[in-house]
């Protein structure tokens, strides 16, 4: 089942197909295709035709000189109790500039989406066993960002 949001220009929608493969073991056979591979493992290869994903304890700035060309980042959530994947996304935003797709992969869910958004997340991979139809209300949910955030650096008295 594909449970995976993409943020456009047109908005929030569920993905048609993921052409994508997370790769979540540190060793054995890789598939074929555009693989996530695990920092460690990716850092070994260093194929820019992968995507990388970093767990909490993953060191963002270990990705600076490859930022250019890596395709995919995604920032795990092993339980939606830790948030460092937040602070992780606002970082590689703000501080490190990345532009490229940023996922949000492990215990996502709809209530998180929102704030992931204002953290500079712009896909999703919703835990299999939720609706994804129903998670894209979560993206609906606030219409007014009052403070600043990955999205707008601009608080809300600064844009009138």
């Given at each position: 089942m594909n449970n995976l949001l993409i943020l456009d220009g047109q908005g929030a929608r569920l993905a048609a197909d993921d052409p994508w493969t997370l790769v979540r073991d540190q060793e054995g056979e890789l598939p074929q295709g555009p693989l996530i591979l695990p920092l460690s493992r990716w850092s070994a290869r260093q194929d820019t035709r992968h995507g990388v994903w970093l767990g909490p304890d993953d060191d963002l700035e270990s990705l600076e000189l490859?930022?250019?060309?890596?395709?995919?980042?995604?920032?795990?959530?092993?339980?939606?109790?830790?948030?460092?994947?937040?602070?992780?996304?606002?970082?590689?935003?703000?501080?490190?500039?990345?532009?490229?797709?940023?996922?949000?992969?492990?215990?996502?869910?709809?209530?998180?989406?929102?704030?992931?958004?204002?953290?500079?997340?712009?896909?999703?991979?919703?835990?299999?066993?939720?609706?994804?139809?129903?998670?894209?209300?979560?993206?609906?949910?606030?219409?007014?960002?009052?403070?600043?955030?990955?999205?707008?650096?601009?608080?809300?008295?600064?844009?009138?």
């Open positions: 490859w930022l250019e060309a890596l395709p995919l980042i995604a920032l795990d959530f092993p339980s939606f109790r830790d948030g460092r994947a937040y602070s992780q996304a606002y970082l590689l935003r703000t501080r490190l500039g990345w532009g490229g797709e940023l996922r949000a992969i492990g215990d996502v869910l709809r209530d998180q989406l929102s704030h992931m958004r204002q953290c500079g997340f712009d896909s999703f991979a919703v835990r299999e066993d939720k609706s994804a139809e129903d998670a894209l209300k979560g993206l609906a949910g606030m219409s007014v960002l009052y403070s600043r955030s990955a999205i707008e650096p601009r608080p809300l008295f600064r844009r009138r």
